[in-house]
């Protein structure tokens, strides 16, 4: 069965700490790989990952795929409180399936 | 562009009752997806349709229904709701691609309880 795990589950950190989100994946034929931030409502699309070892970077957000040991991590620097979010990791889980299956989401909490 | 939007966005239901959410898109999007999210489960897929007048199920979709009879709008109903249907439903749409899943495109969510 397709999965994708995310943890730690919940993180508080202080303004200004750096933070490191997991995604782990057991996926028939790997495609690619989501990250998405919900803030209040509607999810929101960061990166996606298709080569192992390429970082994809925005301002102080920045991803990094491994597809042999078939995991993802996403970093952020310099925190703020704004970033507080729940942020989801998700994989398409088949070839030829135009669909994503989710990880539980990691609650990220910044306090000033 | 309005992009993704739901309605209602708030509705409370009794046990058994029937209603019918709506989704629509302006993007000219093929693909269009209904989620529910609950507490700790992240998203997981009712259902999802890959074309004007195709559906598809996706990981939960006992109790639901879904039409597609328009290309810009996705229909999801719950025929008799139950208590376990209370969650907040996110519809999402995107393009069509190529070798690969495309970023999806969600909209603000139905939270939806039934007593």
Same mark, same amino acid.
């Given at each position: /069965?397709?999965?994708?795990? #995310?943890?730690?589950?919940?993180?508080?950190?202080?303004?200004?700490?750096?933070?490191?989100?997991?995604?782990?994946? /057991?996926?028939?034929?790997? =495609?690619?790989?989501?990250?998405?931030? #919900?803030?209040?409502?509607?999810?929101?699309?960061?990166?996606?990952?298709?080569?192992?070892? %390429?970082?994809?970077?925005?301002? =102080?957000?920045?991803? %990094?795929?491994?597809?042999? /040991?078939?995991?993802? %991590?996403?970093? %952020?620097?310099?925190?703020?409180?704004?970033?507080?979010?729940?942020?989801?990791?998700?994989?398409?889980?088949? #070839?030829?399936?135009?669909?994503?299956?989710?990880? #539980?989401?990691? =609650?990220?909490?910044?306090?000033? | 562009?309005?992009?993704?939007?739901?309605?209602? $966005?708030?509705?409370? *239901? !009794?046990?058994?009752?029937?209603?019918?959410? +709506?989704?629509?898109?302006?993007?000219?999007?093929?693909?269009?997806?209904?989620?529910?999210?609950?507490?700790?489960?992240?998203?997981? *897929?009712?259902?999802?349709?890959?074309?004007?007048?195709?559906?598809? !199920?996706?990981?939960?979709?006992?109790?639901?229904?879904?039409?597609?009879? $328009?290309?810009?709008?996705? *229909?999801?109903?719950?025929?008799?709701?139950?208590?376990?249907?209370?969650?907040?439903?996110?519809?999402?749409?995107?393009?069509?691609?190529?070798?690969?899943?495309?970023?999806?495109?969600?909209?603000?969510?139905?939270?939806?309880?039934? +007593?």
């Amino acid at each position: /069965e397709d999965k994708v795990v #995310q943890s730690p589950l919940s993180l508080v950190v202080h303004e200004g700490d750096t933070v490191t989100l997991n995604c782990s994946y /057991e996926v028939t034929n790997f =495609r690619s790989l989501l990250w998405y931030k #919900q803030e209040k409502k509607a999810p929101t699309f960061l990166f996606m990952l298709t080569s192992s070892g %390429i970082e994809k970077k925005s301002g =102080r957000l920045s991803s %990094i795929l491994d597809k042999k /040991e078939l995991f993802s %991590i996403l970093n %952020i620097t310099a925190t703020q409180t704004g970033d507080s979010a729940v942020y989801l990791c998700a994989v398409p889980p088949f #070839q030829g399936a135009q669909k994503l299956v989710f990880g #539980q989401g990691t =609650r990220l909490t910044i306090n000033p | 562009n309005a992009g993704v939007t739901q309605t209602p $966005k708030f509705r409370v *239901l !009794k046990t058994g009752q029937s209603m019918t959410l +709506l989704c629509a898109q302006d993007m000219n999007h093929e693909y269009m997806y209904w989620y529910r999210q609950d507490p700790g489960m992240g998203l997981r *897929l009712i259902h999802y349709s890959v074309g004007e007048g195709t559906t598809a !199920k996706g990981e939960v979709p006992d109790g639901y229904n879904v039409s597609r009879l $328009k290309k810009q709008n996705f *229909l999801l109903g719950l025929e008799s709701a139950a208590p376990s249907q209370t969650s907040v439903y996110f519809c999402a749409s995107s393009y069509r691609g190529l070798a690969t899943v495309n970023e999806q495109f969600f909209g603000p969510g139905t939270r939806l309880t039934v +007593l």
